[in-house]
């Protein structure tokens, strides 16, 4: 593989930027793998990328019905954090922010991993006994965490306006959460999984999953049958109906969310802030451009786009708290399709089905996850047996009844 260093950027400078290699193969899908992963997004290619590295795995599969991130991956908002309130997920998501801090380095890519701070808004006295009570429990799992005044805001985002219609009397802060560059994890972790032998076939959609005797024998497919033993399911919005083709109902929503960025603008935006309570949030990305977010549109769908209400209640609360951006003009607006639990958790899990796995319920906030879900996932695959990191994360909570409710933590999610 092509390393990327000074001395390679240099030496392709000499000649025009025309050496490059290409970044991953697009290879015909053989007729049997050890192991396939549907959904070429940042978990499905994460996933692939670890069992290469971490389980030597070498016939592996992934197959995507688009092209490589055109599903939530290219379309979220990328704040990363890892200050969820239950043990379980912090420690899964921690998982995910010490890979992330190495990310780069590791997939030899540079993701724009970017720790500027996240700060989560608290607009009343309950918002505040919960931010302090998520601080505190953060604390506990070792988390970088602190509750801000008022004063502390401003001194962080000096143009805030704190007087709104919903006052805001602290925040949340984590101080090693940040953003990272979305498409970049794509293309990052396809060119370090195909380094390793993966094939990553691009428009090619599972349409049936064969079973015999209650096990997986392989997946009907775009580009005809291919024969393999484990299958995992890494398709987000689109989980509930892959689950079906095997005949498992999943607890899972499927709703769009929205976001929309600005015209690039000077650096003005230091850090990330967020407000459950006003269903807002927004950073600026590194080319510029204010990143908006709002809550998930309450119907269920597949249409990769939303409602234009949604999209003013969140404007109407970013210019209240920032007057400045007032006359700014936006550029674009999308939606994707988030897959949504009961308790706001994912699930990572074998299923009822030998040889089935799956991965999915991150809703609206699984990219900061990507390489720790990546991690476990891969683990889950290659043994059989889910991680401990992942073990609470099983598919049978929804009949045990052990909920993690991060509804609370998770809320505009993100
Ligand atoms: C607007 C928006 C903002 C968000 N903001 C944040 C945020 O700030 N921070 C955060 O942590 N998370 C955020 N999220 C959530 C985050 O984007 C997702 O949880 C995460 O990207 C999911 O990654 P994935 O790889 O599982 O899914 P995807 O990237 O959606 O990948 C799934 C892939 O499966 C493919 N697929 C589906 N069906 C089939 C089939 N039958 N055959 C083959 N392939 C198939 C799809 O084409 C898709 O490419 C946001 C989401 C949206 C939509």
Redo the contacts with the bound molecule.
Sequence with gaps: MQHFSIWSLLRNAVSYHEGWQRQWRSPQPRSEYDAVI????????ATAYYLAKEHGMRRIAV???????????????????SNYLWDESTQLYEKAMKLWEGLSQDINYNVMFSQRGVMNLGHTLQDMRDIERRVGANRLNGVDAEVLSPAQIKAIVPFINLQTRYPVLGASWQPRAG?AR?DAV?WGFARAADARGVDIIQN????GIRRENGAVVGLE?AQGFIKTPKVAL?????SS??AAMADIRLPIESH????LVSEPLKPIFPTVVMSNAIHA?ISQSDKGDLVI?AGIDQYSGYGQRGSYHTIEHTLQAIVEMFPIFSRVRMNRQ??????VSPDACPIISRTPVKGLYI??G?????????PG?GWVMAHTVATDQPHALNAAFALDRFYSGHLIDEHGAAAV??
């Excluded at 890494?234 to 689109?238: K, L």
Aim: charged share 10%; glycine share 24%.
């Design positions: 549907v959904g070429g997004g940042g978990h499905g290619l197959l995507e019905r688009g092209y490589l991130g055109g599903g939530n991956t290219a379309r979220n908002t990328t704040i990363v954090r953003v979305h794509a090619c959609e599972v349409t497919t890494v398709a987000a919005g689109h109906v892959l769009p969310l929205q976001a949030y977010g999308w939606g994707g399709i988030v897959d991965n999915c991150w809703g609206t906030g699984g990219f900061k996850a990507t879900s999610a993100h």
